[in-house]
């Protein structure tokens, strides 16, 4: 049986009325690749911020490797093995790709020496060791991504949480970056990523949980969710077919 690496049991996040999480349980094994689904203000960014620390629970638990993490900072978290990217990449512009690197390699490898080691390595990883140099402000979105992906994976992660990772990609981009994450996959590296694009959920994911309304209404596999009529209800209302959702 697979070790669970992450477990969240009952997680709730409250805004005054709005409940932007609502008694949500999850758990992800070492080396799954699971990826969260679900309409705009569905809670997915809400959650994740729950498991990395930006955020408080008003309910609920997130463990992680049977720690529990409710009261860690998002760095101490860090520490214990979770990395992170954001929706909305924001590398630090007037530093070099190598630089920004480093800030995640520090974690682990504090004489500078080792941890510009460790950032190149990474940099080569991800495929943009030749950009080692640039600003980060001269890189386009696609490298920002990569970017934002190598400095996660500086601090050597046990799990990587990835927000729209792909996002504002165009077609060549997206099948580059599937093709990163099929590979630190093979490593052993376990994913939990939040997609909009449900063509690449079909493409790498091994189980996909689909939040709407702060609540997990559904989870599977990629085939079972994107065939399930509550699911086209959550994404495209009342009346549509299953058909539809695979235009999104």
């Known amino acids: 049986m697979s070790e669970q690496l992450l ?103 504090p004489r500078l020496t080792d941890a510009r080691d460790k950032a190149m390595d990474v940099l080569q990883t991800v495929g943009m060791a030749h950009h080692a140099r640039r600003r980060a402000g001269d890189l386009t979105l696609s490298e920002r991504r990569r970017l934002e992906v190598a400095r996660a994976l500086a601090m050597e992660p046990e799990i990587m949480l990835l927000d729209e990772v792909m996002a504002g990609l165009n077609q060549s981009e997206v099948g580059q970056s599937i093709e990163l994450l099929k590979s630190l996959h093979a490593t052993g590296l376990t994913f939990l990523i939040i997609e909009h694009n449900l063509k690449v959920v079909r493409a790498f994911s091994e189980r996909v949980v689909v939040l709407d309304r702060g609540r997990l209404i559904a989870q599977g596999t990629a085939d079972q969710i994107l065939n399930s009529p509550e699911v086209v209800k959550a994404y495209l209302g009342d009346g549509h077919k299953v058909e539809e959702l695979g235009t999104l």
């Open 7 to 109: 477990v969240v049991h009952n997680a709730s996040k409250h805004f005054m009325g709005l409940k932007a999480v609502d008694d949500v349980s999850l758990t992800v094994a070492k080396g799954e690749i699971v990826s969260i689904i679900g309409p705009n203000g569905a809670g997915k960014t809400t959650f994740f911020n729950l498991l990395t620390g930006q955020l408080a629970p008003t309910a609920g638990e997130v463990r992680l490797r049977g720690q529990q993490i409710n009261s860690l900072a998002p760095h101490q978290r860090a520490r214990l093995g979770m990395g992170r990217t954001f929706q909305i990449v924001k590398p630090l512009i007037a530093l070099s790709a190598l630089e920004n690197v480093l800030i995640g390699a520090f974690m682990r490898h």
